[in-house]
T-cell receptor, first 112, second 114 residues
Framework: NAGVTQTPKFRILKIGQSMTLQCAQDMNHNYMYWYRQDPGMGLKLIYYSVGAGITDKGEVPNGYNVSRSTTEDFPLRLELAAPSQTSVYFC???????????FGPGTRLLVL | QKEVEQNSGPLSVPEGAIASLNCTYSDRGSQSFFWYRQYSGKSPELIMFIYSNGDKEDGRFTAQLNKASQYVSLLIRDSQPSDSATYLCAVNGNRGSTLGRLYFGRGTQLTVWP
């Protein structure tokens, strides 16, 4: 099992550019999540999904979009990148409500 | 708004000592509690979870839960320099739109010095 994988590991964007952060899991988990982590801060939930075709907003969804067409994949789309979106992005997945979430290695994004 | 508060740290202990990490939460209905360890530049990894009041031990780690006081802690016995990391407390959402979500504290940075 590869677990949760994320690509790319690191990216520099110019203000106004767009990109998609990829996330995939091979554990057949229904629940998937996108978090961002700023220095010295905890994890803030951006979007999450409870199954294919179902997504919902978290605490900080503005400037992002997601889709979940398959159980395995949960891409995060940034439109019109802004310096405030400079952060480390983690994707996670989980099997059941209230149980452990497993994290991917993260994507470090710098918007200049 | 779910709140999870951790002692601000940083916490510094000598090798071999007991490190005590604390966390309080606001949602009395929360049922699942997690401690994640995060090394600098890495992703969070689960080290303990606890669902019931009392203590749960796993090797050098003990998680303690007191739902009446809305308090969960992590004790690390015989601390090692390799335990130096940030420890994140997480609490589950219990109802409605929060179901399936975890709420994280800001983390406590622990340094174990030789």
């Amino acid at each position: 099992n590869a677990g949760v994988t994320q690509t790319p590991k690191f990216r520099i964007l110019k203000i106004g550019q767009s990109m998609t952060l990829q996330c995939a899991q091979d554990m057949n988990h229904n629940y998937m999540y996108w978090y961002r982590q700023d220095p010295g801060m905890g994890l803030k939930l951006i979007y999450y999904s409870v199954g294919a075709g179902i997504t919902d907003k978290g605490e900080v969804p503005n400037g992002y979009n997601v889709s979940r067409s398959t159980t395995e994949d949960f891409p995060l789309r940034l439109e019109l990148a802004a310096p405030s979106q400079t952060s480390v992005y983690f994707c996670a997945s989980g099997n059941r409500v209230g149980e452990t979430q497993y994290f991917g290695p993260g994507t470090r994004l710098l918007v200049l | 708004q779910k709140e999870v508060e951790q002692n601000s740290g940083p916490l510094s202990v000598p090798e071999g000592a007991i490190a005590s990490l604390n966390c309080t939460y606001s949602d009395r209905g929360s049922q699942s509690f997690f401690w994640y360890r995060q090394y600098s530049g890495k992703s969070p990894e689960l080290i303990m979870f606890i669902y019931s009041n009392g203590d749960k031990e796993d090797g050098r780690f003990t998680a303690q839960l007191n739902k009446a006081s809305q308090y969960v802690s992590l004790l690390i016995r015989d601390s090692q320099p390799s335990d130096s990391a940030t420890y994140l407390c997480a609490v589950n959402g219990n109802r409605g739109s929060t179901l399936g979500r975890l709420y994280f504290g800001r983390g406590t940075q622990l340094t174990v010095w030789p």
